[in-house]
């Protein structure tokens, strides 16, 4: 997906779910890197949930800083979000944004790329600017998290409004919503979702 049409989709997801996007950000984190070995890398990360300021705690392990992260969301998460079990990284980098002042060279600030695969082979990209690498890295990633969790949010919000308004006969607003719907899809497969709330 485009950059464009990727933050109109976020505009999207925050007009609906408003008081319920879930917006996060990393208090802080330790990390354990065995540099021996096949370098296993192990996190300990405390998120916070900006709007209710509810904080938890993830753990997890993998090759490097921003994978072993990665991970340790999903483990936390995917339960809850299914589509996250899905999601892989297709690409990673990070670029010094050096100052054309010398003196400032230790003080530049890094940027962080993150491609990431959803269900279906659609690649959603994710940029951070961070005052360090391992902060770039775990913001971008943090933001491809959000991206998919609040999609799922959407997702069954939209679903619910659809039920709701094809109950009260209101084809103009059931048009309206099928035409989301057919956009927040295209995110990922959500079947399993759908599942769930059938059997509810």
């Known amino acids: 997906m485009n950059a464009s049409k990727q933050q109109e989709m976020i505009g999207t997801m925050k007009e609906i779910l408003?008081?319920?996007?879930?917006?996060?950000?990393?208090?802080?984190y330790t990390v354990?890197?065995?540099?021996?070995?096949?370098?296993?890398?192990?996190?300990?990360?405390?998120?916070?949930?900006?709007?209710?300021?509810?904080?938890?705690?993830?753990?997890?392990?993998?090759?490097?800083?921003?994978d072993a992260f990665f991970s340790a969301i999903k483990t936390r998460?995917?339960?809850?979000?299914?589509?996250?079990?899905?999601?892989?990284?297709?690409?990673?980098?990070i670029r010094g944004l050096l100052s054309s002042d010398t003196r400032l060279t230790t003080q530049a600030e890094a940027e962080a790329t993150v491609g990431?695969?959803?269900?279906?082979?659609?690649?959603?990209?994710?940029?951070?600017?961070?005052?360090?690498?391992?902060?770039?890295?775990?913001?971008?990633?943090l933001e491809a998290v959000e991206y998919?969790?609040?999609s799922e949010r959407t997702f069954v919000k939209i679903k619910e409004v659809l039920e709701y308004y094809t109950s009260e006969g209101r084809s103009d607003l059931v048009q309206k919503y099928?035409?989301?719907?057919?956009?927040?899809?295209?995110?990922?497969?959500?079947?399993?979702?759908?599942?769930?709330?059938?059997?509810?």
């Not at 540099?35 to 709007?51: M, N, P, T, Y």
């Not at 904080?55 to 090759?63: C, K, P, Q, S």
């Open 178 to 200: 099928t035409r989301l719907m057919s956009e927040v899809v295209k995110n990922t497969s959500y079947s399993e979702i759908a599942q769930r709330m059938s059997e509810a």
């Open 148 to 150: 998919f969790v609040n």
């Open 32 to 66: 354990r890197e065995d540099f021996e070995g096949e370098g296993e890398c192990r996190i300990s990360c405390a998120l916070v949930h900006q709007d209710s300021g509810e904080e938890f705690v993830l753990e997890g392990e993998g090759v490097g800083t921003i």
């Open 77 to 93: 998460l995917a339960d809850d979000y299914p589509s996250l079990h899905d999601v892989t990284f297709s690409q990673f980098e």
């Open 116 to 141: 990431v695969l959803n269900s279906e082979g659609r690649e959603f990209v994710f940029k951070a600017t961070e005052s360090s690498v391992s902060r770039a890295g775990m913001q971008a990633t």
């Open 18 to 28: 408003q008081e319920s996007y879930l917006h996060m950000s990393v208090r802080s």
